[in-house]
């Protein structure tokens, strides 16, 4: 695939600079470092990484890194684009910014991935980092945005659960409604490469012993790949409780811009920033096949 070049908004923080360690040791990336120079060095002494031939960008305010991250992609500088130490909406600002930004027309999405133990199978969730309240018409574009990167990396067939609290659509639930008109729309065609199923709550998601004792018939199984999660929230607490009583990896990144987006939240460990580095490197060879 070759080494993808990575603008990294607001460097100056630890387990991101061991992060892009570990991914230049691996032949992933060659990065650029947007930051406070002096304090980049200083952490980069520490866990000995060298950065003699790194392009480093000395920009101490962690909002100007971002833009000027930005800048470097637009300028064909870099590939792709990922998070440092600053706030998610501050940086996802400079991403959408209307001049010289990345948008596309597409909705930006997030996608996470999750290795669980005792899960036997990858487990994807969408979107639990950048769609605070999506509607129905967002929900399907989250979903298109996460089966063309599940189908650049090779995933021909996509068990999607549409995350609700219960199984029976409820008018007082409106997630229960939106995931029925999904599971509809997929029926009807309008998804390729997908089994969508919903409203289903996650019990019977992720286990075929679960559903059975409900009485409910369902095609995925407890076999999910992939959940769409109705709000922001429910995506949030269900990765971070699948990491931090799940003892689950994670990696997450923003799909639907002119380039891969690497989001981690700021407490994800190197391997798990690692981890994202690499989905964002899949897809370069997703758009490539
Ligand atoms: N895709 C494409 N365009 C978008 C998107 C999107 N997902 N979101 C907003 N836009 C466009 C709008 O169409 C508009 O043109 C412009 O951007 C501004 O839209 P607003 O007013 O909704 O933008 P903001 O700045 O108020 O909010 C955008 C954020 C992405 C910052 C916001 O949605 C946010 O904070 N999301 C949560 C991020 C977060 O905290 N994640 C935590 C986990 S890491």
Redesign the pocket.
């Known amino acids: 695939m070759g080494r993808a070049k990575v603008a990294v908004a607001a460097a100056a923080d630890l387990e991101v600079l061991e992060a892009i360690k570990l991914a230049e040791s691996e032949g992933l990336i060659t990065p650029v470092l947007i930051g406070d120079e002096d304090v980049i060095k200083q952490l980069a002494s520490k866990i000995e990484l060298n950065l003699e031939k790194t392009n480093l960008i000395h920009e101490p305010d962690p909002i100007q890194a971002a833009h000027k991250a930005v800048d470097a992609v637009v300028d064909g500088q870099a590939d792709f684009l990922m998070k440092g130490l600053i706030n998610?909406?501050d940086f996802?600002?400079a991403v959408?910014r209307?001049e010289r930004g990345l948008?596309t027309g597409?909705?930006?999405?997030?996608l996470a991935a999750f290795q669980v133990p005792g899960y036997t199978r990858l487990l994807f969730v969408t979107d639990?980092?950048?769609?605070?309240a999506p509607d129905l018409g967002q929900k399907k574009e989250i979903l298109e945005n996460s089966l063309l990167y599940l189908k650049g990396i090779g995933m021909d067939l996509v068990n999607v659960i549409v995350l609700a609290a219960n199984e029976m659509v409820n008018s007082k639930m409106p997630a229960t409604i939106d995931a029925k008109a999904l599971e509809d729309m997929n029926r009807k065609g309008e998804f390729t490469n997908a089994v969508v199923e919903g409203p289903l709550a996650l019990d019977g998601a992720v286990s075929a012993v679960a559903l059975k004792h409900k009485g409910i018939s369902s095609q995925i199984n407890g076999n999910v790949d992939l959940f769409l999660v109705p709000s922001?929230e429910v995506g949030?607490v269900l990765g971070k409780s699948l990491v931090y009583f799940g003892g689950a990896t994670m990696a997450g990144i923003i799909l639907?811009a002119q380039v891969p987006i690497v989001?981690t939240?700021r407490n994800d460990t190197p391997r798990s920033k690692l981890m994202a580095l690499t989905m964002a490197a899949l897809s370069r060879r997703g758009e490539l096949s």
């Open positions: 998610s909406s996802l600002r959408l209307s948008r597409r909705l930006l999405s997030h639990g980092g950048m769609n605070i922001i949030n639907g989001l939240s």
